[in-house]
């Protein structure tokens, strides 16, 4: 039982990596990953009960298997997104440990298998911060040109494990059927940061002669969001094996009910200061609109899609080679409130925004459109004990060219949306009837036409579209490239006297 404690320490994901509303980033044993996930036909070994609960039925032997990736490299440039030229930029090394899973082997009922597992579903950590300077006329009211410094912060994480049992029964001569349950801890935080100051260059001198005061015109932009939210789901798979080929369906539910959530805090704050009209040179009351909430003031729900699965795996007739397909569909969610709270009585009175509605101020909106993914893979027996995987999946995003709030935009989290494309390719060695497999994963996520988090290249001291000071109106310019390197580890422990197949 110690070691068991200490196996599922060392696992423990402290760890994050850089991909977010995208469904198939994840790895869980590496023999599977190594061919892309796409065994949902069959194949899957310790991932079975993700990928197809029935196919836990594949085993011949209780095993344990531990995954890990060993280290992760990754560099992500989002271009135009702060403004033409303007680019967030981040690169990391860092490691992440993936999944634990046990599969038992029932003495006694040869029809039935159980799983159990830890895996780690999502993984995001983007933080990236920009600061900006330079000389621009701006302030209208003031002859030359001005000081614009602008700084922006964004940090977004979002993690997801699975804590599930899963079991597989034998129905027919080659038919199985399975199901799992899934215990889903979701995780998210979240920070958005912009202060943007503009100050003469030096002292004016009013019409009279005398010295205009030292002052500042200034917006400022704060987002805060952080909950834990806990909700089961399950899977219901079926597989069907002959000799040289196998296909398998997996319908997986939406997360179902909020059984208990915590962490929950909720800021959201803008302000700004000596604005003047630039139409009418007469100064814009300076206001400061701000609220916030935590623990039982706020409401989350955190939800995810329905999705359905098909695989097909086809085996040569000397079972050295086995080709490996499989494509799955998530359904879109409507626009839904993931987090709300009670907002204060009157805010933004007497500003500029007065007329605006401000009663769901604390209010983040999610929601999904429709994604098929599809995957191939591919395994090759070189030797005896000694097996090439090769696969490639698509990732797309399920964020991109969605308009996620009904209400208001500027509501969602923020986030810079990326489809992924990962290529990957490994061996898995067999030792004494042990499984020991190494390999690499390559990702590459592009998009285009994204919409800017704020416009600093063409500010103006106050924008009516937007109705906020210095800044522009943002376009749908930004271009992302993603490109991450990860190297992948994994071991699983046959415990009992047979050999799989």
């Known amino acids: 039982m110690r070691k068991v404690v200490v196996i599922l320490l060392i696992f423990c994901p402290w760890f994050l990596k850089a991909q977010i509303n995208n469904y198939w980033s994840y790895n869980f044993n590496e023999e599977s990953s190594l061919v892309a996930g796409a065994v949902v036909g069959g194949g899957a070994g310790a991932s079975a009960i993700f990928y197809n609960p029935a196919i836990i039925s594949e085993i011949n032997a209780s095993k344990l298997s531990l995954n890990a990736s060993l280290f992760a490299y990754e560099i ?5 997104v702060l403004g033409e030229n303007i680019d967030l930029q981040s690169t990391r090394f860092y490691p992440i440990p993936r999944s634990i899973s046990y599969m038992r082997k029932i003495p006694n009922r040869p029809n039935w298998n159980l799983e159990f597992s830890y895996l780690n579903v999502a993984n ?43 079991g597989s029964y034998k129905i027919g001569d080659n038919l199985y059927f399975g199901t799992s349950m899934f215990l889903s801890a979701n995780s998210k935080y979240s920070v958005y940061q912009l202060d943007i100051n503009a100050s003469p260059r030096k002292t004016t001198i ?30 219901f798979g079926l597989f069907y094996k002959k000799q ?13 009910g909020g059984l208990y959530s915590d962490g929950k805090k909720v800021m959201r704050k803008q302000s700004q200061n000596n604005i003047t009209n630039p139409v009418t040179g007469e100064p814009i009351q300076d206001h400061l609109i701000t609220d916030y909430a935590e623990k039982d003031e706020v409401t989350v729900a955190a939800k995810s899609p329905f999705s359905v699965a098909a695989g097909f795996t086809f085996y040569s007739t000397d079972n050295k080679r086995t080709l490996f397909t499989t494509v799955e569909y998530f359904a879109g969610l409507k626009s839904y409130r993931m987090v709300k709270a009670i907002e204060k009585e009157s805010l933004g009175e007497g500003s500029i925004l007065e007329n605006e509605d401000f009663s769901e101020w604390l209010t983040y909106v999610d929601g999904a459109k429709p994604v098929l993914n599809a995957a191939l893979g591919y395994k090759w027996l070189l030797k005896e004990n000694l097996m090439l995987l090769s696969g490639f999946k698509t990732d797309f995003n399920h964020k991109m060219k969605n308009e996620t709030s009904l209400l208001n935009p ?17 061996i898995t060695l067999r030792i004494k009837g042990q499984d020991i497999t190494a390999g690499i994963q390559y990702s590459l996520g592009l998009s285009n036409n994204g919409k800017q988090l704020v416009n600093l290249s063409d500010p103006v001291e106050f924008n009516f579209t937007e109705l906020k000071a210095l800044q522009g109106t943002r376009t749908n310019t930004v271009k992302s490239v993603y490109n991450s390197f990860t190297l992948l580890m994994a071991a699983s422990f046959n415990l009992g006297v047979k050999k799989d197949k």
């Not at 992500?76 to 135009?80: D, G, I, Q, V, Y």
């Not at 010295?211 to 089961?232: G, W």
């Not at 500027?410 to 490994?426: A, E, M, Q, R």
């Open 76 to 80: 992500n440039n989002a271009k135009n």
């Open 124 to 166: 995001s950590d983007l933080n990236a911060l920009k600061y900006t300077e330079k000389e621009i006329d701006i302030l209208t009211h003031l002859p030359g040109n001005e000081n614009y410094i602008a700084y922006t912060e964004l940090k977004t994480k979002v993690k997801t494990d699975y804590f599930g049992i899963g």
């Open 206 to 235: 009013k019409d009279d002669g005398d010295e205009l005061p030292f002052y500042t015109a200034s917006h400022t932009t704060n987002e805060m969001v952080k909950f834990n939210d806990y909700r089961l789901l399950w899977k």
């Open 244 to 256: 040289r080929y196998s296909l398998g369906l997996n319908i997986t539910t939406p997360a179902l």
């Open 410 to 426: 500027d509501k969602t989290i923020k986030s810079i949306n990326v489809d992924y494309y990962h290529l990957t390719g490994g």
